[in-house]
């Protein structure tokens, strides 16, 4: 009998695996407060990224660089108090994990302790694997990301498809065996072809999590920002907004300026 509906009362790194097993699609977006965080696990979701992108959305930088790891930490405990059910993985940032392994080691443990998290995800393949078998030692699962990885946006000088080439796509390829050798529990696919996408999910027993990688991985994920329509200027093709909140929201803020400004806030029934 198929268990592809299952109910998950709590999300675990095996829920993920049984859910690809059972060809069931696996949904994953963003948060970075209690506030948004509530509303996403209500929503069923099943993994809840606390991404670096916070550096984004949340800090308007340029890039995913500048955030840190305390940062990251503050970001994903607000995540943590508001989840009942999904399974929260936390970025660790550029910085904390690459040079040294035992300096990503510190790094995930402070996310794990400090936080309260889940798991954490790693971007890159072959030239983290000491890091990633470090932390794995430690009994930290680790999800890792592959094709475009942002905190290597200096080296790629654009933020363009990944792994068009056959060259590229057979280092991906080796990557993501790599990775599930390891013990990685579950692998993002950021911008690369869907064939490519395609080809990888069927190579590994791990779940894939695409980004711009196509229908083919095991689930989908997305900047909840971007979702609800309340990021306005980064429109990439793989992004589906399925609200406009910008202009909503700026209309609402309008219109309480416009309330206040005439005396019609707060009128007679909003007051004691």
């Known amino acids: 009998m198929s268990t592809a509906k ?14 690809k097993k059972n060809g069931e699609k696996i949904s994953m977006l963003t948060s970075y407060d209690y506030s948004m965080a509530k509303i996403v696990d209500a929503a069923n979701v099943d993994v809840i990224l606390v991404g670096d992108s916070a550096s984004n959305v949340m800090a308007g930088h340029e890039t995913t660089l500048p955030i840190t790891l305390d940062q990251m930490i503050y970001h994903a405990s607000s995540v943590i108090r508001a989840v009942e059910r999904a399974l929260v993985v936390v970025d660790l940032p550029f910085g ?58 200096y080296k790629f000088g654009t933020y363009t498809v990944r792994a068009k080439e056959d060259e590229e796509a057979k280092q991906l390829m080796e990557d993501a065996l790599l990775l599930e050798k390891l013990g990685c529990f579950g692998l993002v696919l950021e911008k690369i072809p869907a064939e490519l996408t395609k080809k990888v999910s069927e190579s590994l027993t791990i ?10 991985a095991d689930g ?53």
Request: net charge neutral; no cysteine.
């Open 6 to 19: 299952k109910e998950y009362k709590r999300v675990t790194v095996k829920s993920l695996v049984d859910m």
């Open 96 to 153: 904390s994990y690459q040079s040294d392994p035992k300096e990503a080691l510190r790094s995930a443990i402070r996310i794990m302790k400090e936080s309260g998290a889940h798991a954490v995800k790693l971007e890159g393949g072959a030239e983290i694997k000491e890091s990633v078998k470090r932390i794995l030692a430690a009994g930290i699962p680790v999800m890792g990301h592959l094709g475009l990885t942002p905190q290597s946006i």
């Open 207 to 216: 779940p894939t999590i695409g980004i711009g990688g196509g229908k083919y």
């Open 220 to 272: 989908q994920v997305l900047v909840v920002h971007d979702l609800l329509g309340m990021t306005h200027e980064f429109n990439p093709r793989f992004l589906r907004r399925y609200m406009n909140l910008y202009e909503e929201m700026g209309n609402a803020i309008s219109n309480y300026v416009s309330d206040v400004k005439s005396q019609n806030f707060p009128n007679d029934e909003e007051q004691y």
